[in-house]
């Protein structure tokens, strides 16, 4: 029978990639969401600034509207000019001209200078319209790469549950038993090395006898003393320079 230490490792390492493709799984629609929100943000953006546009060319266009009817009092004022009869009322008429001549100055002043703030908002809406383009660009390119990216996982899924399904049936039932409640109540971790006198689950130091019994006979099933989770050695870089 195939050494059953071994193979609980082995089960182990298929366990702790199905806990990682399950996360990627997981977190992968919530990236996509992010991106979302992200580029909606962006777009909320560019239609202010397209609000901000069309109040300007409102007030522009109400300012046209004033100037309007000041150039028709003012056609009127002018026609006035050869009804009249006295030179008070003539006075007066020309007092009118100057008024709606004044204020119709500046109202196009007003227009003018509406008109060169819409240029200058419109300018930066055509810079953000091709910025927001891009961005479209480049949501749709990572949107696309972690849709593939979910579409592996659940190929690589299927693999590992089926490695897993044939790495069982060469582990005996207790053991499987054993490891399936230390993996429930052990965060997915139920077998862990020993390296450097620290169980690699719980970072406890193994005691001396109890270290050195696992060392000698690293194919028994033996537990952490304090996680119960299962042990094996493994040999750390500082203890294979004292070996040498």
């Known amino acids: 029978m195939e050494n059953q230490l071994e193979l609980l490792k082995r089960l182990q390492k298929i366990d702790s990639t199905i806990k990682e493709i399950e996360n990627i799984k997981h977190n992968s629609p919530i990236k996509i969401k992010q ?3 992200e580029l909606e943000q962006k777009r909320q953006g560019l239609e202010k600034e397209k609000a901000v546009l069309e109040e300007i060319q409102k007030e522009r266009r109400k300012k046209e509207q004033q100037l309007g009817i000041e150039m028709e009092r003012l056609r009127k004022s002018q026609d006035k000019l050869d009804s009249v009869k006295t030179n008070k009322e003539y006075q007066a008429v020309l007092k009118e001209i100057d008024d709606i001549k004044r204020t119709s100055s500046d109202l196009e002043t007003e227009i003018l200078i509406f008109m060169e703030k819409a240029d200058e908002v419109n300018k930066e809406i055509k810079e953000k319209e091709n910025k927001y383009q891009e961005w479209v660009q480049e949501f749709e390119n990572q949107k696309k790469s972690i849709q593939t ?3 592996k996982c659940e190929e690589e899924l299927k693999n590992q549950q089926k490695f897993r399904q044939e790495t069982i049936k060469n582990i005996h039932p207790d053991l499987i038993k054993r490891y399936e409640m230390l993996l429930k109540r052990r965060q997915g971790v139920a077998v862990v090395p020993i390296r450097d006198g620290l169980c690699q689950g719980c970072n406890m ?3 001396p006898q109890k270290f050195l019994e696992i060392r000698k ?3 028994a099933i033996m ?3 304090f996680c119960n989770r299962i042990l094996y050695f493994e040999e750390s870089s ?5 070996g040498s």
């Open 35 to 37: 991106l979302e929100k």
């Open 217 to 219: 006979n690293n194919n």
């Open 149 to 151: 990216e979910i579409e």
């Open 223 to 225: 537990s952490c003393p």
């Open 238 to 242: 500082s203890e294979k320079g004292e």
């Open 205 to 207: 130091n193994i005691p």
